[in-house]
């Protein structure tokens, strides 16, 4: 059974997108020591987080994780800046790494934006980082959203050229594991653009901590068309904002498009957006109340990624250690 690592940053609250795209498809994944899930605050910080809200960000974004169905004993959930191992992995794949490489990254270009000079470095070297959250556990399944493709495949190339240059078999391959198209979940304000946390507008997203009528607010206020629901997948066409409600509800409802529209075709948006109100907020409550109830009790979210990281650093430690003794570091002790 291949191990699994995941990653995810602790940059604001987790919307529905994250929850259907990635946090939903992790619950069945786990394995005991063979499932990792990580609050990656190292990552975060590549763009300036207020220090004053980090730490309760990676804590809540924890907290999310258990109250969607990770539990801390059936896999190792943890956060990243508590495991050393990362950075130490991290820098070595500093140095395996090329320039030509990272300047072809697309999420680079899309945060640094126009401005690259003022961009921080650890952006720019952000996904060697992420191949050693992967690679410190020799992971090789990695569920993630099609955004992190290309960084998988980087993670593959640093894999390759440091068991070249250092002439050994030492780190696997990783398969990733993009998880289907039909999870992209987009703005409810504009069909194009991917649901992102860090989205100015909150009437873009449903958190994963709105409650009933906030919910039931932001899908009424949802931007559509005019026509009614189609009742085959070809009506869907050229209408974003349809398509990814019919999506939403198909997901939360696990069954397909397809079966969603046989049900709610001919329907207009009005009521159709009560069966789609309905079903989130049926799917979502007990979510945001286990949460609730979770961060009542910060200590115990606390000890458990505790507890994690010890977990996580067992496994990672030595396999560390033997990359850094293949590379020839002097050894500590
Ligand atoms: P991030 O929010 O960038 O830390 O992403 C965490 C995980 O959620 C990654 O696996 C993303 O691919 C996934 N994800 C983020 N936004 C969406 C979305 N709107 N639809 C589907 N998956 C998403
Ligand atoms: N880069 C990922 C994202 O933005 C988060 C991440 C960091 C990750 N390290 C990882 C995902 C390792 C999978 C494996 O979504």
Redesign the pocket.
């Known amino acids: 059974m291949a191990r699994v690592f995941?990653g995810?940053?602790p940059?604001g609250v987790p919307?529905l997108?994250?929850y259907?795209?990635?946090i939903r498809n992790w619950v069945p994944m786990q394995n005991g020591d063979e499932s990792l899930f990580c609050v990656v605050d190292q990552h975060a910080i590549t763009v300036f987080q207020n220090p004053g809200e980090l730490a309760s960000a990676t804590r809540e974004m924890a907290a999310s994780l258990i109250a969607c169905g990770l539990d801390p004993d059936r896999c190792v959930l943890f956060v990243q800046s508590h495991v050393p191992a990362h950075v130490r992995l991290g820098w070595i794949f500093n140095c395996i790494a090329r320039l030509g490489w990272l300047n072809r990254m697309t999420q680079f270009k899309d945060k640094a934006g126009k401005d690259r000079e003022a961009a921080s470095t650890g952006l720019y070297v952000y996904p060697n980082l992420m191949a050693a959250d992967i690679l410190a556990y020799h992971a090789t399944s990695v569920p993630?959203?099609?955004?992190?493709r290309q960084h998988l495949e980087l993670a593959n190339d640093i894999a390759q050229k440091f068991n070249h240059d250092y002439g050994v078999e030492f780190f696997p391959r990783i398969e990733p594991m993009i998880l289907g198209v039909a999870?992209?979940?987009?703005s409810l304000r504009d069909g194009s653009k991917?649901?992102?946390?860090s989205d100015p507008s909150d009437q873009s997203r449903i958190n994963l901590t709105d409650d009933a009528d906030t919910i039931a607010l932001k899908i009424r206020r949802a931007k559509t068309d005019a026509e009614p629901i189609p009742d085959h997948m070809a009506g869907l066409e050229a209408r974003p904002e349809a398509r990814n409600l019919v999506g939403i509800l198909a997901a939360i409802s696990g069954t397909l498009p397809e079966n969603i529209l046989r049900e709610q075709g001919g329907k207009g948006f009005g009521a159709f957006k009560e069966v789609l109100v309905e079903a989130l907020v049926d799917h979502l409550s007990p979510i945001a109340a286990e949460m609730k109830r979770l961060l009542n009790d910060p200590g115990a979210v606390d000890a458990a990624l505790h507890k994690g990281a010890a977990r996580a650093a067992a496994i990672a430690d030595p396999i560390v250690a033997e990359a850094e003794r293949l590379v020839g570091f002097l050894p500590p002790r």
């Open positions: 995941s995810i940053q940059s919307t997108g994250n259907l795209g990635a993630v959203g099609d955004d992190q999870a992209r979940v987009m991917k649901m992102s946390k």
